[in-house]
């Protein structure tokens, strides 16, 4: 099952992510203790230097192991990357902790 998505080309993680990269989000960023890192250039970026511009979330039909939720990212210097993670069980803290603070900052400028 997918969320969010508009094309028949976006019901697969990899098929999203071949749409994504055609819209500009040609980066990823993964996961530090400090942040997020763009995986190209090593650039760090925190909370308040990013915007969560749509996602999308997958789950596996016989196995919740393939539960997946995909994030496209605009940073404020104009970078757009995705970050990936798993959900549930298996999700890595620091991508919660960090998409939680994205958006408490989201709410805090849209009041």
């Known amino acids: 099952m997918i969320r ?3 094309t028949d080309e976006m019901t697969t993680l990899s098929g999203c992510i071949n749409k994504l990269i055609q819209e ?3 980066d990823e960023l993964k996961p530090m203790d400090n942040g997020m890192t763009l995986v190209s ?4 970026y925190k909370p308040e ?4 511009t ?3 979330r997958f789950e596996g039909a016989s196995n919740p192991d393939d539960n997946a939720i995909l994030y496209a990212i605009e940073a404020n210097d ?3 990357a995705t970050i990936t993670d798993a959900y549930g069980a298996y999700a890595d803290e620091r991508i919660g902790k960090f998409i939680v603070a994205v958006e408490e900052i989201e709410k805090k400028t849209a009041s």
């Open 49 to 52: 230097d990013v915007k969560i």
């Open 54 to 56: 749509n996602f999308y």
């Open 41 to 44: 250039s090593g650039k760090l």
């Open 24 to 26: 500009g989000y040609r």
């Open 4 to 6: 969010n998505a508009h």
């Open 78 to 80: 104009g970078i757009k």
